[in-house]
């Protein structure tokens, strides 16, 4: 099966790349250029869909990539030789003639056709270079994932999560990005689920790479070890749960650790964690954004879920101090995503939380004197027993029949 972009995108999904690479290389250069460096990067992708390789060279990229960037001096000459446009240039040029191809594969070069689809798609799967900025993420995401859910919900998955990528023919344009993606199940039996990222190539730019980051995360923490079963008949409804609760729940989760990470590690999350971190919050919340004059199609759904999480949460703040209150509310949301709770259960769960445990008045959650006991007695109860997934069912039972 083939796991990642065929021609002709991969070859220009990877010039953009090389692209956005140098960009990252220079990044706090990039205000005082946007103008002329926009200027120079639209050329050289504009002529880089009119340049076709050359088949019967080895590796096939370069001689395009010489071909690009003799464009770019033939055009641009004299604005990627002022300062400080000519930082970014030399890094351009230096990505350009040191290709990927370069540092993969010793016993097999892509050739970058039809006919070696699979041979190229094997490598490009295993340690391709070319997608490397993309597979970086998808590492990132999946290891945080792996991390958070051994540390809350004390899970060792012997699932496998692969990467994949493909292309998409415009824009999403409920995202306004030039990038959507998905989760399915693997082979049957085969305990893997693939995380694929569909990219507009013609369209990908570095803001669509920082919000990579998210999507990939997304799929890893929401869908990739959920308990459940992603493509059920009743599977719609746990949107609200999945696509609201747990997404609100990752996105804080991801905060904490961008925030954690040492800014001079040579990680590019780490060292750009605040520009990743801001694309991941601007498209969580447009995902919720049921007011917005073009919400998504699904966004009260999502705004629902949301709604719920923030609720248990603080009421949980109501019952323990904020650290533990935190501590058990992650608890409960991921020892109940990675349970065989099932998608009715799941939103039923939301849709009491946010019918009985929010005042309709003031849209704030109810203190624990105005609650049954006997949901406040199972708050307890979860405190103090093992953080297990039956006792996180159990509590989301209690709190289903009140």
């Known amino acids: 099966m083939l796991h990642h972009i065929g021609e002709p995108h991969l070859t220009h ?42 088949p019967n060279q080895r590796p096939v990229l370069h001689g395009y990539y010489e071909k690009v960037w003799e464009f770019v001096e033939n055009n641009y000459s004299e604005k990627i030789i002022t300062p400080p446009t ?17 540092k993969c594969n010793p016993s097999y070069t892509c050739e970058h056709s039809a006919n070696s689809r699979d041979k190229d798609d094997a490598v490009v799967s295993s340690i391709g270079i070319c ?15 792996i991390k958070l859910y051994h540390q809350y919900a004390n899970l060792v998955s012997d699932s496998e999560l692969i990467f994949m990528t493909s292309h998409l023919t415009q824009r999403n344009p409920e995202l306004d990005v030039a990038l959507a ?49 992603l493509k059920s008949d009743t599977a719609h409804l746990s949107d609200v749960f999945h696509e609201g609760w747990i997404d609100w729940v990752g996105l804080e989760l991801l905060k904490r650790e961008l925030k954690q990470l040492p800014r001079q590690n040579h990680n590019i999350v780490s060292k750009r964690s605040n520009e990743f971190f801001s694309f991941a919050r601007k ?55 990675v349970s065989d709770f099932n998608d009715e259960s799941r939103a039923l769960l939301v849709a ?25 007695s ?19 039972n209690a709190i289903s029949l009140m």
């Not at 009260?300 to 923030?310: D, M, N, S, V």
């Not at 939380?353 to 006997?374: A, E, F, H, V």
């Open 13 to 54: 999904l990877a010039l953009r790349l090389l692209v956005i690479q140098a960009q990252l290389k220079h990044f706090n250069l990039l205000p005082q250029i946007r103008q002329t460096s926009k200027d120079v990067i639209h050329g050289l992708m504009e002529v880089s869909l009119h340049i076709k390789p050359n």
């Open 86 to 102: 000519s930082k970014l240039a030399s890094s351009l040029r230096g990505c350009l003639q040191n290709g990927p191809c370069n």
């Open 131 to 145: 997608i490397a900025p993309l597979s970086d993420l998808f590492r990132y995401a999946h290891d945080l994932t």
């Open 181 to 229: 993606a998905g989760t399915s199940e693997g082979l049957q039996k085969s305990h893997t689920r693939r995380v694929k990222l569909s990219l507009f190539v013609p369209g990908f730019d570095i803001n669509d790479y920082f919000s990579s980051l998210y999507a990939i995360f997304h799929e890893c923490f929401v869908h990739g070890l959920c308990g459940i079963t």
């Open 283 to 337: 498209l969580s919340d447009r995902r919720s954004d049921y007011l917005s004059p073009n919400p998504c199609s699904e966004a009260e759904i999502y705004a629902t879920g949301r709604i719920a999480a923030r609720t248990l949460r603080a009421l949980f703040q109501k019952i323990f101090d904020w650290d533990l209150a935190d501590e058990l509310f992650f608890n409960f949301s991921l020892l109940l995503n």
């Open 352 to 376: 009491n939380i946010n019918s009985k445990l929010n005042d309709p008045d003031t849209g704030d959650s109810y203190y624990p004197s105005d609650l049954d006991p006997n949901v406040i």
């Open 378 to 396: 199972a708050i307890h109860q979860f405190n103090t027993s093992p953080k297990t997934t039956s006792a996180a069912k159990t509590l989301a």
